[in-house]
């Protein structure tokens, strides 16, 4: 079992920036890959980035791609998500996610242990 805990989200200008934390706790000792996706009201989950266990492997969807960088810091068992150039539309709900594997799943159907999320507003 992991359990996860994510922070950060805020009220924020358009243009502005934001970093997430996500905390993990539990059997963080195994190889994790990890994922951040984002639920605007009345749409489904977006999957929208993931690093795999060594971190060497980042994926990310194309509407966040080059403005959001992913990265991990396992001495303190914490995976980030810094957010820079936001838009209104990256207004959503932040969940972050985890599942024990050696290789970098790319869709949320995929990772069993999710937090209960940070809400992000970009206003106009």
């Known amino acids: 079992q992991v359990q996860l805990v994510e922070s950060g989200g805020g009220l924020v200008q358009a243009g502005g920036s934001l970093r997430l934390s996500c905390a993990a706790s539990g059997r963080t000792a195994l190889a994790h890959a990890m994922a951040w996706v984002r639920q605007a009201p009345g749409k489904e989950r977006e999957f929208i980035a993931g690093?795999?266990?060594?971190?060497?492997?980042?994926y990310y969807a194309d509407s966040v791609k080059g403005r959001f960088t992913i990265s991990r810091d396992d001495a303190l068992n914490t995976v980030y998500l810094q957010m820079n150039s936001l838009k209104p539309e990256d207004t959503a709900r932040y969940f972050c996610g985890a599942r024990y594997s050696q290789v970098l799943p790319t869709t949320r159907q995929e990772y069993p242990y999710w937090g209960s999320g940070t809400q992000v507003t970009v206003s106009s």
């Open positions: 690093v795999d266990w060594s971190g060497l492997k980042i």
